[in-house]
């Protein structure tokens, strides 16, 4: 299973948009900052998004200001493809 | 499909795109080329595949703007689903970018298991060479369902100053011409500024005279002044229902020429009319303010 | 809690409350008044009494103030307000504990209640909690549960005797050493002085604070001498510029402003919108918004209404310049516009919330009007409304009017985003009841319009209509598709507050967040 090969982002911390920043590690590390009623439906999204392709290894750095699903979906999927990942 | 209003929204603004389907446009364009800087496409194309994939976009129909070179082109496209209505092609300059287009299209179209030629192609013309080519770039594809210009690219290509109205008539002229001799729909382009209302109404009724069906909005405020500038009057509206009526009428009998008021009327003609009537009936405005004002006093505008 | 029950709307509500009895809500008219009304002692003045201090410290000398005893305040000063934490802070240089304060809202400027809280000296605070305070108050900061009540809501109470005032401290903007005065002339203006009105009338005694104290006679008389003991003049009573801060402007994004459309289409559909049509609006943005709109279609329509009622900004103001209106009742102004409007323009009347909201009284306005434009934290499937609390089940603003307006109006619409940020504001079940769904007609997003079924005329009104009628389940639907949800709030079921409806009937519990 292919891992994180570099550093990498998408996104920003504007309302209603979502940071996702990845990186190379030896693990599926996925850490979170969103309002305390999100974090289960976050976490969802991007998981989502790590499983579809398969990703063996990385960190994952979330920083939600209310964005909706679609946009943290799409925003981890750019952030795993310019880290390395064929998405 | 009508065209009065084509909204543009950036791919790159996930507000932007989360509310596109609101404002009831009849287009909403979700662009990939113009709106996005030129390290951010992929970006983008994640964010629009999403939001088509996840979002409401109520009554409008799904265009995207492709960006113009072949590669990157061909990336955007394959954002499509069969929900999608089509793309919106720019600095379309020959028929062998259309060919292309349409080549890329039949393979999708096989592979999404839809109809051949489902996805429509509205190609923008930005350059002196594309406004030369309108008329065969117009003629050249079943897919294609209306043409537009982009004026600020186009006016710098023609070496033009300013420009107003008057510089650009020949160009706006030359587009509408191309999309009637073809049957689709010639589309102006976007009125820029978004503060001026009155402007904007001024611009549209202009628009109207010269022959288009519809015009670019770069805010949703600016939808709901376009769809009212381009509803027909009781006059159109009248005429047209003769003519569809006319056209029913010789079909139910089995007769293929149209005649109304004595002259015989082409299809392209019946297909105009069959479109001012659902003109006449689509959502204009949410408080129909123009049409109170037309209705109850005459006088003009706020 | 003591003892629960279940009210009409299915929210669990006490049966006491401090030793007194509460009835639990039944229906939007369903409870009337009982006894009589509270009766504040007897005063008087001599030729050679002066009744002007030149200090807080003074004051509270004067009235006797004590341990225990409730004082009260109004917030026509809004965000820029000092008299609140004047006062308290030489009530706790004084020694005092235990007090109960009863504002008619709390700002952020109160923040400093938090440690008064802590420390002792503040006891409870019952009425309105928001903000900061709020926010402390759904971690148990105080010692009991506290009332919530809207503004027309706490007229009832104190005057009811329910909510007993022993010392009022009224900042005024001029006052005359008798204690004539006014919130609409001096450097510190602020308007019409709706909230206090209630308090000069039934506090056992009445504290004037001024920075603007003028020869006696003041002849705008928003609250007359003959109900005020004390003058305390201070240098200053407020920031002019945290005044008229607080209050919204009118929104410019894009679907809010097609919120705002379709609430007055909907409107206008149901066949409301006529000559002497008469409204409220709220003073978030959409709600103004919504009443742009609504000018611009009574001007071209040629309709005149008879009257506004507010919550004045300067939007309302037009309309009124501009004979699209007769009259303006004004119980608190959100903007200078409204502020030189009430003092110059004889058709700009101020009135009090008593007048306003009250429903135990025999002339409230909210029961007269056509239409109102509320907001909402959020809204559920049975059209019961929160503004009180957010998703989070924290306590973040007070009720203000809203429960007065909806239940008056005879078309109440609540103008809202589907969504904020991904939150959905229509939600299966709200956390908090602020207004029940029995006195909300039309709720507008602007994703589409849903229609409270129990309102046959407005559904058979809005039938033909152009605009995106939705059942308020597809509504629900869509936020949640569009959104991804978020997860249920994590309280525990210890009431923090409890809601009182206007006519002091159990609305809903409010519970400590975990």
Redesign the interface.
């Known amino acids: 299973m292919p891992g994180i090969q570099n550093d990498a982002s998408a996104g920003s911390e504007e309302k209603g948009d979502v940071s996702v920043i990845v990186g190379p590690d030896d693990d599926i590390v996925i850490e979170i900052e969103c309002a305390p009623l999100a974090r289960s439906r976050v976490e969802a999204a991007v998981r989502g998004i790590i499983e579809e392709h398969a990703v063996g290894s990385g960190s994952v750095r979330v920083v939600d200001r209310g964005a909706l699903d679609p946009i943290i979906r799409a925003r981890t999927r750019t952030a795993l493809r310019r880290g390395g990942i064929e998405c | 499909m009508l065209m009065r209003s084509r909204l543009y929204v950036p791919g790159i603004q ?2 932007m ?3 596109g389907g ?2 009831g446009a009849d287009i909403v364009v979700l662009d990939l080329e113009d709106s996005v800087p030129a390290d951010r496409k ?2 983008a194309r ?2 629009v ?3 088509i ?4 976009f109520g009554r409008s129909a799904v265009f995207i703007r492709v960006n113009s070179d072949r590669e990157t082109a061909e990336l955007d496209m394959r954002v499509l689903t069969p929900a999608c209505a089509g793309i919106l092609f720019p600095k379309c300059e020959s028929v062998d970018q259309i060919r292309f287009i349409d080549t890329v299209f039949d393979r999708m179209e096989g592979e999404m298991g839809i109809d051949n030629g489902h996805f429509k192609i509205i190609p923008i013309i930005e350059s002196a060479l594309g406004l030369s080519k309108a008329g065969e770039i117009a003629l050249s594809e079943d897919r294609i369902v209306a043409i537009t210009l982009g004026v600020e690219d186009l006016s710098s290509d023609l070496g033009m100053i300013g420009p107003d109205e008057t510089a650009l008539l020949f160009a706006k002229s030359t587009i509408v011409a191309a999309a009637r001799a073809a049957g689709i729909e010639p589309l102006d382009s976007v009125f820029s500024r978004v503060d001026d209302a009155d402007g904007l109404i001024e611009a549209c009724r202009y628009s109207k005279s010269l022959g288009f069906s519809g015009r670019g909005a770069i ?3 600016q939808v709901e002044t376009i769809h009212n500038a381009f509803a027909p009057d009781e006059r159109e509206v009248e005429r047209a229902r003769l003519i569809v009526e006319a056209a029913e009428a010789a079909e139910a009998k089995g007769i293929g020429a149209v005649k109304v008021d004595g002259a015989m009327v082409d299809p392209p003609v019946v297909k105009r009319a069959q479109r001012t009537i659902e003109a006449a009936s689509a ?1 204009g405005s ?4 123009r049409k ?2 037309a209705d ?1 006093t005459g006088e003009g505008e ?1 | 809690m003591t003892g629960t029950t279940e009210n009409s709307i299915g929210r669990t509500v006490p049966t006491e409350v401090r030793g007194r009895s509460v009835s639990p809500y039944a229906g939007v008219f369903a409870t009337g008044p009982a006894g009589n009304k509270a009766t504040p002692p007897l005063g008087s003045h001599r030729p050679s009494d002066d009744k002007v201090v030149d200090s807080i410290a003074e004051a509270i000398k004067r009235v006797d103030l004590a341990d225990n005893m409730t004082v009260s305040f109004h917030h026509h000063l809004r965000n820029g307000d000092w008299v609140m934490n004047m006062v308290m802070e030489e009530i706790e240089k004084a020694g005092l504990k235990g007090m109960r304060l009863l504002p008619s809202a709390i700002f952020p400027c109160h923040e400093p209640m938090i440690a008064m809280a802590e420390k002792g000296v503040i006891d409870l605070i019952d009425g309105s909690l928001n903000g900061p305070l709020g926010r402390a108050a759904s971690s148990g900061l105080f010692p009991e549960p506290t009332f919530i009540r809207s503004h027309g809501g706490r007229t009832r109470a104190v005057e009811s005797g329910e909510a007993h005032i022993d010392v009022a401290f009224l900042a005024a903007s001029e006052c005359d050493p008798l204690g004539n005065a006014n919130g609409v002339n001096g450097p510190s203006a602020f308007g019409p002085m709706g909230f206090a009105w209630i308090d000069a009338q039934y506090a056992d005694r009445v504290v004037v604070v001024t920075d603007n104290l003028v020869p006696y006679p003041v002849t705008h008389m928003s609250i007359p001498s003959t109900h005020v003991d004390v003058v305390a003049v201070v240098p200053q009573i407020g920031d002019p510029e945290g005044i008229m801060s607080g209050t919204t402007r009118m929104t410019r994004s894009p679907s809010r402003l097609l919120i705002a459309r379709y609430a007055v289409a909907a409107l206008a559909d149901s066949g409301y919108l006529k000559d002497g049509f008469s409204f409220q609006a709220g003073a978030g943005g959409i709600s103004l918004a919504a009443v742009g709109y609504l000018h611009q279609y009574m001007k071209a329509k040629g309709i005149v209404g008879s009257f506004a009622m507010g919550g004045i900004t300067g939007v309302v103001v037009d309309m009124l310049r501009e004979g699209t209106l007769e009259a303006i009742l004004d119980a608190q102004a959100f903007d200078l516009a409204a502020v030189r409007s009430v003092s110059e323009d004889p058709a700009h009347v101020e009135v009090s919330h008593y007048m306003f909201g009250n429903p135990h009284n025999k002339g409230c306005v909210t029961h007269q009007q056509d239409a109102c434009f509320l907001g909402a934290t959020e809204v559920d499937l049975d059209f019961n409304v929160n503004v009180n609390t957010h998703s989070d089940g924290l306590l973040l603003h007070g009720i203000g009017g809203h429960s007065d307006a909806a239940a008056g109006s005879r078309v109440s619409l609540i103008v809202i985003p589907l969504l904020r940020g991904r939150i959905p504001v229509i939600v299966d079940d709200v956390v908090t009841v602020s207004t029940p769904g029995d006195s909300v007609d039309i709720v507008a997003t602007e994703r589409g319009i849903a229609i409270n079924p129990v309102r046959d005329d407005l559904v058979d009104a809005l039938k033909g209509s152009d605009l995106p009628i939705l059942d308020i389940g597809d509504l629900r639907k869509m936020a949640i598709e569009m959104g991804g949800g978020i997860d249920e709030p994590e309280l525990t079921d210890e009431p923090i507050a409890y809601v009182e409806y206007r006519d002091g009937t159990m609305l809903d519990t409010i519970y400590r967040v975990k």
């Open positions: 996930p507000k795109l989360a509310a609101v404002y992929d970006e994640d964010l595949s999403e939001s994939r996840s979002m409401d805010h949703p405020n959502p949410v408080l129909d303010l109170v004002e109850d706020e």
